[in-house]
């Protein structure tokens, strides 16, 4: 258990459904993650809340959505997707250290969410 | 920008035997280097950094990994492997142009233990 819940487990969806995958960390943290893990293909980030700050990837399509409503919690909202968006959704959280660029916090994971999308 | 490089797919190895997962690294300025270990139908999990200091940091497990800056490497090694060890691996390395945090990510490579 690493304190970096996510849910569901599995969602399998149609490209015109609407869903959101749920983060929850009880670890204390100030800034969460979205990643995405497609096989053989590096981990891709997606967005960041840290500090109050979103931070994107210039190159995750508008059909993702994410959501902080406060530091433990992190959605992503998604709509309107593509088979080619199937892939695992990795949830994560950090302590940043305030008044500075962070340069060796370690990232908690959760287990990810299987997304297919048929 | 920065990124990490992980050259193999698969790397397979007799228990008992050293093993070595491969990770270069491109960067400007000082690079901050990590290991995460991802186990079947779990979310991935640290086991190691590099920030400054000796070139040879000790981890998890077991685990250590030699940062080498004339080659841009720093691969994971282990003495002697561990059924237990087979797993898939990713490399990653601090983003430090950005007052966020971002951790940037390998292509992983899955370890193989044999019996």
């Known amino acids: 258990e690493t304190g970096v819940t996510q849910t569901p487990r599995h969602l399998v969806m149609g490209m015109t459904n609407k869903k959101s995958l749920k983060c929850e960390q009880h670890?204390?943290?100030?800034?969460m993650y979205w990643y995405k893990q497609s096989a053989k293909k590096p981990l891709e980030l997606m967005f960041v809340?840290?500090?109050?700050?979103?931070?994107e990837n210039n190159s995750v399509p508008s059909r993702f959505s994410p959501e902080c409503p406060n530091s433990s919690h992190l959605f992503l909202h998604l709509h309107t997707l593509q088979p080619e968006d199937s892939a695992l959704y990795l949830c994560?959280?950090?302590?940043?250290?305030?008044?500075?660029?962070?340069?060796?916090?370690?990232?908690?994971f959760g287990s990810g969410t299987q997304l297919s999308v048929l | 920008a920065q990124s990490v490089a992980q050259p193999e797919d698969q790397v397979n190895v007799a228990e008992g035997n050293p093993l070595t997962v491969k990770c270069t690294y491109s960067v400007s300025g000082n690079p901050y280097l990590f290991w995460y270990v991802q186990y079947p139908n779990r979310g991935l999990q640290f086991l190691l950094k590099?920030?400054?200091?000796?070139?040879l940091v000790k981890g998890s497990y077991g685990f250590e990994a030699e940062f080498n800056k004339s080659q841009t490497s720093f691969h994971l090694k282990k003495p002697s492997a561990l059924v237990s060890d087979s797993a898939l691996y990713f490399c990653?390395?601090?983003?430090?142009?950005?007052?966020?945090?971002?951790?940037?990510f390998g292509s992983g490579t899955r370890l193989s233990i044999r019996p």
């Open positions: 809340y840290s500090l109050e700050e979103r931070v």
């Open positions: 670890l204390g943290h100030n800034a």
């Open positions: 590099y920030i400054t200091g000796d070139n």
């Open positions: 994560a959280s950090s302590q940043t250290p305030t008044g500075g660029v962070a340069t060796n916090e370690k990232l908690f």
């Open positions: 990653a390395v601090r983003d430090l142009y950005s007052s966020a945090s971002k951790i940037i």
